[in-house]
């Protein structure tokens, strides 16, 4: 089994940060790509950020400029530091890892902004 922790979510004004981590149980290179999504209530599931094993990086149109994703791959963990967060933001924050045939996934870490 793969387990993914998530962790760092919490209540922020609207303008605040967070830094959310993900730590992998075994080393993130197994994993094609590691990627943050979140779900908001009544909404789909949206993929947010993603590192890539070449060292890409995408994100979402909504969270550019503001939003960086990162790893350290000596602590097997991924990092997702939101900056400048909206009300919006709000919503259960799920890491994933992706190898070739499966993808794995974090229990979710709640992102509340109030404003």
């Known amino acids: 089994q793969v387990q993914l922790v998530e962790s760092g979510g919490g209540l922020v004004q609207a303008g605040g940060s967070l830094n959310l981590s993900c730590a992998a149980s075994r080393s993130i290179f197994s994993f094609s790509a590691m990627g943050w999504y979140r779900q908001a209530p009544g909404k789909q599931r949206e993929l947010v950020a993603v590192?890539?094993?070449?060292?890409?990086?995408n994100y979402v149109d909504s969270v550019k400029g503001r939003f960086t994703i990162s790893r350290d791959n000596a602590k097997n963990t991924v990092y997702l530091q939101m900056n400048s967060l909206k009300p919006e933001d709000t919503a259960v924050y799920y890491c994933?890892?992706?190898?070739?045939?499966?993808?794995?996934w974090g229990q979710g870490t709640q992102v509340t902004v109030s404003s």
């Open positions: 590192t890539i094993s070449d060292g890409r990086t």
């Open positions: 994933n890892a992706r190898s070739a045939i499966v993808y794995y």
